[in-house]
Protein backbone atom coordinates (compact mmCIF):
# COMPACT_ATOMS: atom_id res chain seq x y z
CA UNK A 1 0.00 0.00 0.00
CA UNK A 2 1.29 3.35 -0.54
CA UNK A 3 2.13 5.80 2.20
CA UNK A 4 -1.07 6.97 3.65
CA UNK A 5 -3.12 8.47 6.65
CA UNK A 6 -3.32 5.86 9.60
CA UNK A 7 -7.16 6.65 9.16
CA UNK A 8 -6.95 6.25 5.39
CA UNK A 9 -9.23 3.13 3.71
CA UNK A 10 -8.24 1.05 0.66
CA UNK A 11 -10.96 -1.01 -0.62
CA UNK A 12 -8.84 -4.00 -2.18
CA UNK A 13 -10.40 -5.48 -4.84
CA UNK A 14 -9.04 -8.35 -7.35
CA UNK A 15 -9.85 -8.43 -10.95
CA UNK A 16 -9.29 -10.65 -13.74
CA UNK A 17 -7.44 -10.46 -17.27
CA UNK A 18 -8.87 -13.70 -19.21
CA UNK A 19 -7.44 -14.23 -22.51
CA UNK A 20 -9.25 -16.03 -24.83
CA UNK A 21 -7.06 -19.04 -26.63
CA UNK A 22 -5.62 -16.58 -29.59
CA UNK A 23 -4.50 -14.44 -26.96
CA UNK A 24 -5.30 -11.51 -28.71
CA UNK A 25 -8.89 -11.10 -26.84
CA UNK A 26 -9.65 -10.28 -23.32
CA UNK A 27 -13.21 -11.03 -21.43
CA UNK A 28 -14.81 -8.03 -20.10
CA UNK A 29 -17.98 -6.91 -17.92
CA UNK A 30 -20.32 -4.12 -17.97
CA UNK A 31 -20.51 -2.62 -14.53
CA UNK A 32 -23.96 -2.44 -13.30
CA UNK A 33 -25.71 1.00 -13.95
CA UNK A 34 -26.86 0.94 -10.12
CA UNK A 35 -22.94 0.64 -8.99
CA UNK A 36 -19.81 3.27 -8.52
CA UNK A 37 -18.76 3.64 -12.56
CA UNK A 38 -22.22 2.07 -13.36
CA UNK A 39 -22.12 1.17 -17.34
CA UNK A 40 -18.63 1.25 -17.90
CA UNK A 41 -16.83 -1.85 -19.16
CA UNK A 42 -13.98 -3.54 -16.70
CA UNK A 43 -11.88 -6.58 -15.72
CA UNK A 44 -14.14 -9.22 -13.98
CA UNK A 45 -13.37 -9.28 -10.19
CA UNK A 46 -14.69 -7.81 -6.53
CA UNK A 47 -13.84 -7.22 -3.31
CA UNK A 48 -11.69 -9.51 -1.44
CA UNK A 49 -13.53 -10.75 1.92
CA UNK A 50 -11.72 -11.06 5.32
CA UNK A 51 -9.77 -14.20 5.97
CA UNK A 52 -9.71 -14.39 2.24
CA UNK A 53 -6.25 -14.51 -0.61
CA UNK A 54 -6.63 -12.67 -3.19
CA UNK A 55 -6.57 -15.87 -4.93
CA UNK A 56 -9.00 -16.99 -3.14
CA UNK A 57 -11.79 -13.80 -3.48
CA UNK A 58 -11.15 -14.06 -7.47
CA UNK A 59 -11.81 -17.18 -7.76
CA UNK A 60 -14.93 -17.10 -5.46
CA UNK A 61 -15.82 -13.84 -7.34
CA UNK A 62 -15.84 -15.32 -11.08
CA UNK A 63 -17.74 -17.84 -10.47
CA UNK A 64 -20.15 -15.88 -8.65
CA UNK A 65 -20.48 -13.34 -11.41
CA UNK A 66 -19.29 -14.61 -14.35
CA UNK A 67 -19.77 -18.57 -14.01
CA UNK A 68 -16.88 -19.55 -14.54
CA UNK A 69 -14.58 -21.62 -12.36
CA UNK A 70 -10.97 -20.34 -12.60
CA UNK A 71 -7.86 -22.91 -12.00
CA UNK A 72 -6.03 -21.49 -8.75
CA UNK A 73 -2.70 -23.36 -10.23
CA UNK A 74 -2.55 -21.18 -12.67
CA UNK A 75 -3.32 -17.59 -11.58
CA UNK A 76 -0.53 -15.31 -12.52
CA UNK A 77 0.33 -12.16 -10.36
CA UNK A 78 -0.45 -8.92 -13.79
CA UNK A 79 0.00 -6.09 -12.01
CA UNK A 80 -1.23 -4.14 -9.01
CA UNK A 81 -2.91 0.09 -8.99
CA UNK A 82 -3.75 2.24 -6.34
CA UNK A 83 -5.69 4.55 -7.61
CA UNK A 84 -8.24 7.77 -5.33
CA UNK A 85 -11.45 8.45 -6.27
CA UNK A 86 -13.02 11.43 -4.99
CA UNK A 87 -15.62 9.46 -2.99
CA UNK A 88 -13.12 6.09 -2.09
CA UNK A 89 -9.69 4.66 -2.31
CA UNK A 90 -9.11 1.31 -4.59
CA UNK A 91 -6.29 -1.14 -4.67
CA UNK A 92 -6.84 -3.71 -7.29
CA UNK A 93 -4.83 -6.70 -7.60
CA UNK A 94 -4.96 -7.86 -11.04
CA UNK A 95 -4.22 -11.83 -11.72
CA UNK A 96 -3.95 -13.11 -15.09
CA UNK A 97 -6.18 -16.08 -15.33
CA UNK A 98 -4.64 -18.94 -17.24
CA UNK A 99 -7.10 -21.93 -17.08
CA UNK A 100 -10.95 -22.01 -16.50
CA UNK A 101 -13.62 -24.52 -17.06
CA UNK A 102 -17.51 -23.14 -17.71
CA UNK A 103 -19.35 -20.17 -20.16
CA UNK A 104 -18.84 -16.89 -18.94
CA UNK A 105 -21.94 -14.77 -18.59
CA UNK A 106 -23.34 -12.34 -16.59
CA UNK A 107 -24.85 -13.94 -13.81
CA UNK A 108 -26.05 -10.59 -12.53
CA UNK A 109 -27.16 -9.31 -15.18
CA UNK A 110 -24.29 -7.52 -16.54
CA UNK A 111 -23.09 -7.77 -20.35
CA UNK A 112 -20.28 -9.49 -20.97
CA UNK A 113 -17.95 -9.98 -24.32
CA UNK A 114 -14.96 -10.88 -25.40
CA UNK A 115 -12.68 -7.23 -26.41
CA UNK A 116 -9.22 -6.90 -28.77
CA UNK A 117 -6.48 -5.99 -26.94
CA UNK A 118 -6.14 -3.56 -29.41
CA UNK A 119 -9.79 -1.98 -28.98
CA UNK A 120 -9.71 -1.70 -24.88
CA UNK A 121 -8.57 1.82 -25.32
CA UNK A 122 -11.46 3.05 -27.27
CA UNK A 123 -13.92 1.59 -24.29
CA UNK A 124 -15.22 3.50 -21.62
CA UNK A 125 -13.82 1.95 -18.41
CA UNK A 126 -12.76 3.32 -14.50
CA UNK A 127 -9.77 5.35 -14.16
CA UNK A 128 -8.10 2.96 -12.56
CA UNK A 129 -7.90 0.33 -15.15
CA UNK A 130 -5.80 2.57 -17.54
CA UNK A 131 -2.65 1.11 -16.12
CA UNK A 132 -3.92 -2.23 -16.89
CA UNK A 133 -5.01 -1.56 -20.44
CA UNK A 134 -1.52 -0.23 -20.91
CA UNK A 135 0.08 -3.12 -19.59
CA UNK A 136 -1.73 -5.23 -21.97
CA UNK A 137 -1.55 -3.48 -24.97
CA UNK A 138 2.58 -3.31 -24.40
CA UNK A 139 2.49 -7.48 -23.69
CA UNK A 140 1.06 -8.13 -26.94
CA UNK A 141 3.13 -5.79 -29.12
CA UNK A 142 6.52 -8.20 -27.37
Known sequence: MPNTAADEVWLHVVAAVIPD???????????????HQGG?????????ENGESPQQALVREL???IGIRADPATLRPFIRIHHRYPE????LDVWQVKAFTGQPRGLEGQETGWFAISSLSGL???????PI?????KAALD
Not at 40 to 48: C, L, S
Not at 124 to 130: C, E, K, L, V
Open 133 to 137: IDALQ
Open 63 to 65: NEE
Open 21 to 35: ASGRHILLARRPYSK
Open 88 to 91: KNVF
Open 124 to 130: PFPDANA
Open 40 to 48: KWEFPGGKV
